[in-house]
T-cell receptor, first 113, second 116 residues
């Protein structure tokens, strides 16, 4: 993706509840991937979930799922049954044929008891 | 999936000096990417390093300031030259990883650089 936008600087969710993080993107390419990465305070970048643009089915990974709306260029992340360990910065990112990742500005997720 | 060893994990450096960051990958990869993450910010791509050719730099980054070496398919270094406090950031290397449950990008653990 050429540009990636995350409009939520911070979000908060109670433990065991569900939260959705928003992401929109813009690209002129037809073949691309979208990702959500998690960065805890350890600063390690951890891949949460990926979506291939040509796949209509939304990706899921255990408690994490995406809502991929290709026409709207929207790629939101839903975290179900939130856990304390989910607290981190979450970055939306996209890539195309050039294999370069473009990141959004990030959303800081707090998980409260 | 690929495993990347990045060193050093952190350093405090005097202004005007240089620091070289190393990334070693446990498998051969075509491209390696270097990112900068300024305090509280997102990741910005500095350059793409291919083995056997000069790195390709993104707008706003120049070779004199961030020279990169890529001597083989498993190793790369990024040097931050003539440092100033504005260079204080986290620097991360990354590889395109087709073994990551099919496809993704794997990152090193990052180098936290503080310039005083």
């Amino acid at each position: 993706a050429q540009t990636v936008t995350q409009s939520q600087p911070e979000m908060s969710v109670q433990e065991a509840e569900t939260v959705t993080l928003s992401c929109t993107y813009d690209t002129s390419e037809s073949d691309y991937y979208l990702f959500w990465y998690k960065q805890p305070p350890s600063r390690q970048m951890i891949l949460v979930i990926r979506q291939e643009a040509y796949k209509q089915q939304n990706a899921t990974e255990n408690r994490f799922s995406v809502n991929f709306q290709k026409a709207a260029k929207s790629f939101s992340l839903k975290i179900s049954d939130s856990q304390l360990g989910d607290a981190a910065m979450y970055f939306c990112a996209g890539t195309g044929t050039a294999s370069k990742l473009t990141f959004g500005t990030g959303t800081r997720l707090q998980v409260t008891l | 999936s690929a495993v990347i060893s990045q060193k050093p994990s952190r350093d405090i450096c005097q202004r005007g000096t240089s620091l070289t960051i190393q990334c070693q990958v446990d498998s051969q990869v075509t491209m390696m990417f270097w990112y900068r993450q300024q305090p509280g910010q997102s990741l910005t791509l500095i350059a793409t390093a291919n083995q056997g050719s000069e790195a390709t730099y993104e707008s706003g980054f120049v070779i004199d300031k961030f020279p990169i070496s890529r001597p083989n398919l498993t190793f790369s270094t990024l040097t931050v030259s003539n440092m100033s406090p504005e260079d204080s950031s986290i620097y991360l290397c990354s590889v395109e990883d087709r073994g990551l449950a099919n496809y993704g990008y794997t990152f090193g653990s990052g180098t936290r650089l503080t310039v005083v």
